[in-house]
């Protein structure tokens, strides 16, 4: 698989994967780590992780892996997302949910990631949502200080619209490598709201959290979500794949140069992910794609 390079020392694999529910999944630790061991196999090595995911649970889970198998760390990049509190028994000193992009919180967020991962830096580390109680130097200065501690090698941010995402990088002298958004045929808004083309303008490569729409392209009643349906089994003849190998060539096909997240613990359907790079879409497909997704003609 080819890869996507985010600056000088980062690079990510086409296709990354995410682990929002590990702890739904159900893995013993060697069915992780050989889930793990497949998925370098078949190129995808960036792996998406957040502080709160599983609340306060999931990190900790991947990072007994990487205890028992710590060669795999050198085969991987470790993605991380701070600056959000969760009221969560896991962690009881936390009263009422809210953001926290301070200094403080994200050194701490930061250093236990890199506790529960079993591991020294992250490669990226995302804050997770726009803060509107961010003091954007102060932020700053908590990213500027890890960086150069070697405890993160890249930041980026997620969730970030345009102001958001200028506001931060104004305060910083390098750069914001990434913005991860969500994006689907049936969540179309950062096409109109400028988020995507700012990223394109500054050749920044876009993450895609749930790109299938949480599965809702495959099972929602609504008429353009039917509509859509049609369109990727037509296209799924063509092309020789499954209908969701489609939709992850939709994204990969934009020039935007989108990252898109599988959030599975099944190998099958990293495998259809996978099989969308060497997918191009027309410009005609895609578009078939954008407008049956959103239910109504561009204008």
């Known amino acids: 698989m080819n890869y996507t390079q985010l600056s000088e020392k980062l ?60 060669e795999l760390r050198a085969k991987m990049q470790l993605v991380s997302k701070v600056g959000i509190k969760l009221v969560s028994e896991n962690m009881p000193e936390n009263t009422y949910h809210c953001y ?33 109680y961010m003091d954007a130097d102060e932020t700053a200065r908590a990213l500027t200080d890890l960086r150069k501690a070697g405890k993160v090698l890249e930041w980026g941010v ?7 995402f200028n506001l931060l990088q104004s305060r910083l002298d ?34 895609v959290w749930s790109p299938l729409a949480g599965g809702e392209i495959f099972i929602s009643g609504d008429e353009n979500a039917v509509e859509l349906r049609k369109v990727l089994e037509r296209l799924s003849k063509k092309y020789n794949c499954k209908s969701d190998t489609i939709i992850y060539a939709w994204h990969l096909s934009h020039p935007a140069n989108l990252i898109p997240i599988c959030g599975s613990g099944k190998i099958e359907r990293l495998e259809s992910a996978v099989k969308a790079c060497n997918i191009k879409l ?16 561009i204008p």
């Open 11 to 70: 690079k990510m694999s086409k296709i990354a994967l995410g682990f929002w529910r590990l702890n739904d999944w159900g893995m013993s630790k060697e069915e992780l780590s050989e889930y793990l061991e497949k998925a370098i196999d078949l190129g995808v090595t960036t792996f998406d992780h957040a502080d709160i995911y599983g609340r306060y649970t999931c990190e900790k889970i991947f990072g007994e892996v990487l205890a028992l198998k710590p």
């Open 100 to 132: 926290d992009t301070s200094y403080e919180h994200i050194v701490k967020s930061v250093e236990k990631s890199l506790k529960n991962l079993n591991t020294d830096y992250l490669d990226l580390v995302l804050i997770h949502r726009p803060d509107m």
């Open 158 to 164: 997620s969730n970030f619209l345009p102001s958001d």
């Open 174 to 207: 390098f750069k914001l490598v990434t913005n991860q958004i969500e994006l689907s045929p049936l969540k179309t808004q950062h096409f109109y709201d400028g988020t995507i083309n700012l990223m394109q303008e500054k050749r920044v490569p876009i993450m």
């Open 282 to 297: 027309t410009r005609e497909e895609w578009f078939e794609i954008l407008v049956n997704g959103m239910g109504n003609d």
